[in-house]
């Protein structure tokens, strides 16, 4: 099942098993979905999906792909490296990425992106796999000139526009090995599974618990796979994951 919120007025609606699109009645995130209740069915003509979820926050983990942290001349870490990326920085399908003044490198990093559906402190990986709502695709652009002169992340990562998000949120996906493909223009840049990953995915939701409360909306980042390079304007991005469909953004020079 697939979890969408569209344009213009940030409706949700799911497509279920019979390929077709319901208006979703109420908050996602204010019930389970075995709670849901389903209105009427959404013509498909002139339909666009906004970002699925607009986050509290956004926690990212870096280097959680060995190829990755070798491309960049980093070693692994011990644990899982955590930083927050703003969420003023999110946007959803089709709209622009665009290229701030401050940096000359901006790079891409498609990610497997989860998403909350209910409060997690201190949690098992049992409890973290029970809070979570699904998954999304997620883009985490980053200034990589920044990002190495800098001695947070947060500049680096968090301009607005930086956090595409989407089409939709799967709902119960099989974790341990999803997909996640990247391509700009076309070709393809990056191809990972979550079964490359250091740590399991619900090992990272887990992991972030302990140091923050997440609530319903938030969005883990679960790290890209090798592949990284820089964006250019005019450039295309698509980030595709398993089961979720395609997030695809055009990217913009600064005016």
């Known amino acids: 099942m697939l979890l969408y919120r569209l344009a213009p007025d940030g409706d949700y609606a799911v497509r279920g098993a019979d390929g077709g699109l319901r208006r979703l009645e109420g908050d996602p995130l204010a019930s389970p979905p075995a709670a849901w209740t389903l209105g009427e069915p959404i013509g498909e003509a002139g339909v666009s999906p906004l970002a699925p979820v607009r986050p509290g926050k956004i926690v990212g983990i870096g280097r959680s792909y060995r190829g990755h942290a070798e491309e960049l001349g980093h070693p692994m870490p011990d644990e899982p490296l955590l930083f927050l990326k703003a969420p003023s920085a999110v946007i959803g399908p089709g709209e622009a990425i665009r290229l701030p003044p401050e940096s000359r490198e901006v790079h891409f990093e498609g990610e497997i992106a989860l998403v909350l559906g209910r409060r997690l402190r201190r949690a098992s990986a049992a409890e973290a796999r029970a809070a979570l709502l699904g998954v999304t695709a997620a883009c985490d652009v980053t200034a990589r000139d920044l990002q190495r002169g800098d001695r947070t992340f947060a500049r680096a990562k968090s301009f607005d526009t930086f956090c595409p998000l989407g089409p939709a ?5 099989e974790l341990e090995d999803l997909g996640v493909v990247t391509r700009v223009n076309g070709v393809e840049r990056q191809r990972g599974r979550a079964s490359e990953l250091a740590w399991s995915v619900l090992e990272m939701l ?50």
């Open 169 to 173: 949120i799967r709902l119960d996906p």
């Open 206 to 255: 887990a992991y972030v618990s302990r140091m923050m409360t997440l609530e319903p909306g938030d969005v883990v980042l679960t790290g890209t796979p090798a592949g990284v390079g820089p964006l250019a304007a005019g450039d295309r991005i698509e980030v595709e994951v398993d089961g979720v469909g395609v997030l695809e953004n055009p990217v913009e020079g600064h005016a």
